[in-house]
């Protein structure tokens, strides 16, 4: 099981060299919770995924879409995304998505994953993934910054090990809805079977 200073390592290992730390990232706007749906919505449905997940990308791709139609933009539920990185590259694309504006994070996070097979096999995976930062409007120097944040990084390992020990977050991706878990890609019934047996989901 991949712990912090692995992690962290390894996404060291694939930085840029010799790229300044140029700007100042604010650690409280970047680790806010993240969430699609209303607030007060009945049901939360707690997601773990790391960016570089296939079987993550798929989600976000073909099942999501279906639950955003049906529960989150209905006000049955909302979905909170938590960061579980597998390997330094994913680790920093979930600090980048986390320095994008927030008005902007799930549609750059959604472009990791629509793009995942394209930025994760580039000759220069960095650099692939900042340029989808900057079209998010997010500066060079924005975006050297937030590769450079070593607490920006150790938090987002925390969020992994905290998924860890409080869920027994094995793999990616998982969900935990009430008291259930839903381990893999599942398809859209699998979700709506659980989601309608919950209070205020029917």
Aim: hydrophobic letters at 45%.
């Amino acid at each position: 099981m991949l712990r912090r200073s692995f992690l962290v390592a390894a996404a060291a290992a694939i930085a840029a060299p010799g790229v300044a730390f140029a700007q100042e990232i604010s650690l409280e706007k970047a680790l806010a919770e993240r969430v699609i749906g209303k607030a007060d919505a009945p049901i939360t449905i707690t997601e773990y995924a790391s960016l570089t997940c296939p079987h993550c990308a798929r989600f976000h791709k073909e099942t999501l879409p279906k639950i955003k139609a049906a529960y989150i933009d209905t006000g049955k539920a909302k979905l909170v995304f938590r960061d579980f990185p597998f390997d330094g590259l994913a680790l920093r694309a979930a600090a980048l998505a986390r320095c994008a504006p927030q008005e902007r994070y799930f549609a750059v996070v959604d472009t990791l994953f629509q793009q995942q097979e394209t930025w994760s096999r580039a000759k220069d995976p960095l650099a692939a993934i900042g340029n989808i930062g900057k079209l998010a409007g997010m500066s060079q120097a924005t975006v050297d910054a937030c590769f450079k944040d070593t607490k920006l990084l150790d938090s987002i390992v925390q969020i992994r090990l905290d998924g860890e020990k409080t869920h027994g977050i094995a793999s990616t991706p998982t969900f935990v809805i009430g008291k259930e878990k839903i381990s893999g890609a599942e398809p859209f019934e699998t979700f709506d079977k659980l989601l309608k047996s919950l209070p205020g989901g029917a």
